[in-house]
T-cell receptor
Framework: AQSVTQPDIHITVSEGASLELRCNYS??????LFWYVQSPGQGLQLLLK??????LVQGIKGFEAEFKRSQSSFNLRKPSVHWSDAAEYFC????????FGTGTKLQVIP | DAGVTQSPTHLIKTRGQQVTLRCSPK?????VSWYQQALGQGPQFIFQ???????QRGNFPDRFSGHQFPNYSSELNVNALLLGDSALYLC???????????????FGSGTQLSVL
């Protein structure tokens, strides 16, 4: 069965600092991997996705993620965080039937 | 171009009642998936509809049922509501599977269901 683990429930970073959100997955084949962002009371917006090819994936809003098959990881990174990045971030795996992690809530302090 | 629209935005029901939630997919999409997001949790897959049939189902009881109409819109029905059904219900649409589809899900803003 496919699954996703996001070990960090809550992360606080200073504005302008770098960010890395961790994600580990379990999937029986070549994984379809996603990162979504959710603002309070809203639906989810796709930041980026990985299906195949280059293991470093660029997304919207300056985010990137790196797929590491040997570590079953798909960590999300941003070199410089903005206050507007404060939200909840979900890693997900699957094709059509998508399994989400429990999310990491990002707080950005001035 | 309208995205995924869901109605109503908020709903309050009592235990034992039945509820129907509605979803219109993004223009050009024919596949609709429903997710339940409990407070503080990630979305959990309920089921997916394509060509008016349920194609895949998550680990949800038969109290959860759905329907897809010829115009690709969809309904989620929940019978015999329990307190634990209180959650944000998200609808997501994706592209035509017959053309290889789009693996990208577009989400609506959800329906917040409170069961008292």
């Amino acid at each position: 069965a496919q699954s996703v683990t996001q070990p960090d429930i809550h992360i606080t970073v200073s504005e302008g600092a770098s960010l890395e959100l961790r994600c580990n997955y379990s999937y029986g084949a070549t994984p379809y991997l996603f990162w979504y962002v959710q603002s309070p009371g809203q639906g989810l917006q796709l930041l980026l996705k990985y299906f195949s090819g280059d293991t470093l994936v660029q997304g919207i809003k300056g985010f990137e993620a790196e797929f590491k098959r040997s570590q079953s990881s798909f960590n999300l990174r941003k070199p410089s965080v903005h206050w507007s990045d404060a939200a909840e971030y979900f890693c997900a795996v699957g094709y059509q039937k998508v399994t989400f992690g429990t999310g990491t809530k990002l707080q950005v302090i001035p | 171009d309208a995205g995924v629209t869901q109605s109503p935005t908020h709903l309050i029901k009592t235990r034992g009642q039945q509820v129907t939630l509605r979803c219109s997919p993004k223009s050009g999409h024919d596949t609709v998936s429903w997710y339940q997001q409990a407070l503080g949790q990630g979305p959990q897959f309920i089921f997916q509809y394509y060509e008016e049939e349920e194609r895949q189902r998550g680990n949800f009881p038969d109290r959860f049922s759905g329907h897809q109409f010829p115009n690709y819109s969809s309904e989620l029905n929940v019978n015999a509501l329990l307190l634990g059904d209180s959650a944000l219900y998200l609808c997501a649409s994706s592209g035509k599977i017959s053309r290889g589809g789009s693996e990208k899900l577009f989400f609506g803003s959800g329906t917040q269901l409170s069961v008292l």
